[in-house]
């Protein structure tokens, strides 16, 4: 591996494990590919901005003339795939979106890739693929039961990488992400959005009872999981990259807000949205197998996490306004006007 092309390497996990590769692997070329729709953000990479070792290129991985340009300038040997539409709530509101990148993008990323033979692909998933999970812990060899337009698209995209490693023998790798926080993520998601909007002492619409379980891993730890599968992962295989950190949105907001010190009266219930799957969780023997270990505990984590968003205002003020305000209002407004719910 020389020349690596990170495809939506301005998001969120995209530009951490951008920003870790670019620092660790001085040796290494990191393209970034983005198209730079409303969560992609080149304030995300400007710690590594001017490193020689890093070059960023916009464009749209479904399109295909502009993938094979890049892929031909950069003389691209590798990928790792971070583009995708990610937010379920959106996938509800607008999933087409949702199928063109993270289907159809994802077809036209490995066709381009079987082309020219890349050395390797990753594929970066997520735990929703597996769907609800009642009890015990989702395996890399469980099958797939998608309940959003999100998680649906994520898992065609994992069912063409398998195709084309069996197919056409791509040296492919796919990881799957638990829920993952940490600094310059986009403020739609759970704790972003409540921090921002409990600095603001404004409400935080938590949806039904806030009994949701999530499994929450530190975005570093996520890009490092990331990084062993690149260069350790065997062809073909998947590899679960897991916090092993259960816990209910309502004690994360509960946690939040005391980090703060703001009141427990900013809870608001509201109506549950829509195939809302109550709990995720994930085994990550498989990687752990091949070295990776978390280096971030969840509740040093956490805290470093909302000290970051109250010292950094300049980032994320500036997210909130125009479409983000068009899109809270089209998610929330007519639920928190429904409230009439005690805090749960």
Known sequence: MKNILVTGGAGFIGSAFVRYMVETYPDYNIIVYDKLTYAGNLDNLLPVSDEPNYRFDRGDIA????????????????????????????????????????VVGTYILLDESRRRNLERFVQVSTDEVYGDVEEGFSTEDD?????SPYAASKAGGEMMVRAYHVTHGLNTVI??????????????????????????????????????????????DHARGIDMALHRGEPGEAYNVAGENQRTNIDITHRILELLGK????????????????RYAMNCDKLRALGWERQTTFEDGLEATVRWYIENEWWWRKI???????????QYAARLAASDSPAP
Do not use: C, M
């Open 320 to 330: 909130k306004t125009g479409a983000y305000l068009d899109y809270y209002k089209a």
């Open 143 to 147: 099958p797939f039961a998608p309940n």
């Open 63 to 102: 399109d295909r003339e502009t993938v094979r340009r890049v892929f031909d300038l950069y003389d691209i040997d590798t990928v790792v795939n971070f583009a995708a539409e990610s937010h379920v709530d959106r996938s509800i509101l607008s999933p087409d979106a949702f199928i063109h990148t993270d």
């Open 263 to 278: 009141p427990d009266t900013l809870i608001k219930s509201v109506p549950d949205r829509e195939g809302h799957d109550r």
């Open 175 to 220: 990881t799957r992400g638990s829920n993952t926080y940490g600094p310059y993520q986009y403020p739609e998601k759970l704790i972003p959005f409540f921090t921002t909007e409990a600095i603001d002492d404004r409400p935080l619409p938590v949806y039904g009872d806030g009994r949701q379980v999530r499994d929450w891993l530190h975005v570093d």
